[in-house]
């Protein structure tokens, strides 16, 4: 049953740039829980995938960043940042 689970759950994956941009403001993992009412831990196991986030703390993360839910949480993988800014293709060394 534990499998069907996860199972099931692989299909709903949610995908985040919490650690990203809660490094790129300065802020701490225990800042951010602070704020957001939760344990530091719990912000550790988000942004390394090990737990999705209720809607309630999602938009709460938002509102401390200032940044639309979309920004940060997705379904879809987000792409590299230095993928999209990179002027050559690392494989081919070809220029973009």
Known sequence: MARKT???D???RIYNRVNLVR???GMS???LAA???????TIGALERGDHYPSLQLAMSICEVFDLPIEAVFSREPFRSITAAYRR???TTGDAR
Request: charged share 35%; no cysteine.
């Open 6 to 8: 996860q199972e099931r």
């Open 10 to 12: 692989e299909g709903k």
């Open 23 to 25: 490094v790129e403001t």
């Open 29 to 31: 993992r225990a800042d």
């Open 35 to 41: 704020q957001v009412g939760v344990n530091p831990q």
């Open 88 to 90: 050559t293709d690392p």
